[in-house]
């Protein structure tokens, strides 16, 4: 078999699609692509030596071993980061991943202390002078030979990330660096792993330091219950689909779709109760890594006056529930309860908005209705941490928008303050982050949310819903009724929907 079919070959068991093969040139789609003009491009040399890239893709490719970083490729006025291995190193089986493009939210595994600061330190001022910067008296400050006034500076991370920015707030190297976010004064950077630089990883500090000890758990952030994280792992691995009439499937006569969440098996004795197991962002500031925190049990009948129970141990502040495919998160759970969030991203679906609500109903009918991806706050409490989280990490720059979807919880007590702070702690959120924010139809009774405009208008109801968010302050002003007080005598009676 020649490179070329080899090649070809390669790319369709990886999920591609091949469009045209000219001049040793396959041009192909990604899985799920749908562009008119396909934008993978695969190059054959007579050697063997292949190229790989993608026009649109501005942070490249994920493509795994064997494929290398190959520099840039210049595409009219811009640019974008290619992939470079021989067609002897390529091998076709039923385990490869489908080929994607490398989320603008990224993280990276195993690195965090993964590699000794000063072997970074010295591979990567190596590799700065490498690409004729020159070092200069300063510790970490370079010049490009123009002057000797230093305009390059190079830091390392305790976790072993070389970063260098150009004072000028431009910077371009060579490969192995990779563009980096920018500072928050504007200014460009570009970074690399001790992984891209071919360390070897060691584990051991530096000798001439002491060892650094792991950042301590700051003391309003309680660990996780880590008997409560086993049996919530075991029983979500042992648990079965939750039936078609479970109780909080089919309330507000709306049906929702369960197959994304979990029932205890039979011999649990939680026997018959939904799964929501819950999520924060790592207490230890780990990037991209979430920490399973705990689990919400939704009852299959009332007790004790409620049919939601937050499992005893669990860790309430911060915590949601993302959706669709809580498992892709549990099934790459570590032993420490961690797991990444590129492994949800992966699964979800990047063109809709990412939407912040409070209940796992509410958030199980706005993903079903194709609304848009869901992370559910599980208390109103909770809204704000989980939506600063989301715009501080980037993970916002992921989705088309973010939105803050709120329940019609505007029931007012005889004062004329509304009786639920919900409302409230969610604009405030809005403000903060810059997110939407969506409210019911004024029309909607009170307590209504988007599980109830399912029941009552279908799923365009709820996408209309997501659709009519809006900032903040034209919130306020469209819905006088809710953000003005009012007096008693303005106030009507309305039946408020079982919770």
Excluded at 22 to 31: S, V
Excluded at 103 to 108: A, E, G, I, P
Aim: aromatic letters at 6%.
């Amino acid at each position: 078999m020649d490179a070329l079919h080899q090649a070809e070959n390669y790319l369709v068991a990886r999920g591609c699609d091949i469009h045209k093969v000219k001049n040793h040139l396959i041009e192909f789609r990604l899985p799920g692509e749908t562009s008119r003009t396909p934008g993978g491009r695969l190059s054959v040399a007579r050697d063997g030596k292949l190229t790989m890239w993608h026009r649109y893709a501005e942070k490249g490719l994920a493509a795994g071993l064997p494929w290398l970083a190959a520099g840039n490729i210049p595409i009219g006025n811009t640019s974008t980061p290619a992939l470079k291995t021989h067609v002897d190193q390529l091998t076709v089986h039923p385990e490869l991943t489908p080929l994607a493009k490398v989320s603008k939210f990224s993280f990276l595994p195993g690195q965090r202390r993964s590699y000794d600061p000063e072997k970074v330190w010295r591979a990567a001022d190596a590799s700065l002078q490498a690409a004729g910067l020159i070092a200069s008296r300063l510790h970490g400050r370079y010049h490009d030979g123009s002057d000797q006034k230093p305009v390059y500076k190079l830091l390392v991370s305790d976790d072993g990330l070389a970063t260098a920015f150009s004072f000028r707030g431009d910077i371009d190297l060579p490969a192995p660096w990779r563009a980096g976010r920018q500072t928050s004064d504007g200014k460009k950077t570009m970074f690399v792993t001790g992984r891209d630089l071919g360390l070897d990883g060691d584990l051991a500090p530096s000798r001439s330091s002491p060892a650094l000890p792991r950042r301590a758990t700051p003391p309003e952030i309680h660990p996780v219950n880590l008997d409560l994280n086993r049996d919530t792992i075991n029983s979500w691995l042992a648990a079965e689909t939750p039936p078609a009439d479970h109780r909080h499937l089919v309330k507000a006569h709306a049906v929702l779709d369960g197959s994304d969440l979990r029932v205890y098996a039979r011999d649990h004795r939680f026997a018959g109760a939904m799964l929501a197991p819950m999520f924060r962002p790592d207490p230890l500031g780990m990037p991209g890594m979430v920490e399973l925190c705990g689990v919400q049990h939704l009852m299959p009948k009332v007790a004790f006056s409620t049919d939601k129970i937050m499992a005893k141990g669990s860790r309430t502040v911060g915590a949601f529930l993302p959706l669709p495919s809580p498992d892709s998160l549990m099934k790459v759970m570590t032993d420490e309860g961690l797991a990444p969030i590129q492994a949800w991203l992966a699964v979800a679906n990047t063109s809709k908005p990412l939407v912040i609500c409070e209940g796992v109903a509410t958030g199980l009918a706005i993903q079903q209705s194709g609304a848009g991806n869901t992370l559910c706050a599980l208390s109103s409490n909770n809204v704000m941490a989980v939506a600063k989280w989301v715009k501080e990490t980037g993970l916002s720059d992921v989705f088309p928008s973010v939105v803050i979807a709120i329940d019609h919880d505007i029931g007012r007590d005889a004062a004329g303050r509304l009786k639920s702070n919900a409302i409230e702690r969610a604009l405030e959120a809005a403000k903060v982050t810059g997110f939407a924010l969506a409210v019911p139809p004024a029309t909607s009774q009170v307590g209504a949310d988007a599980r109830d405009l399912l029941g009552q208008g279908g799923p365009q109801a709820v996408r209309d819903f997501i659709a009519s968010a809006a900032p903040d302050a034209e919130v306020e002003k469209a819905r006088a009724d809710i953000f003005l007080p009012v007096k008693e005598s303005q106030l009507a009676a309305e039946p408020e929907f079982e919770r």
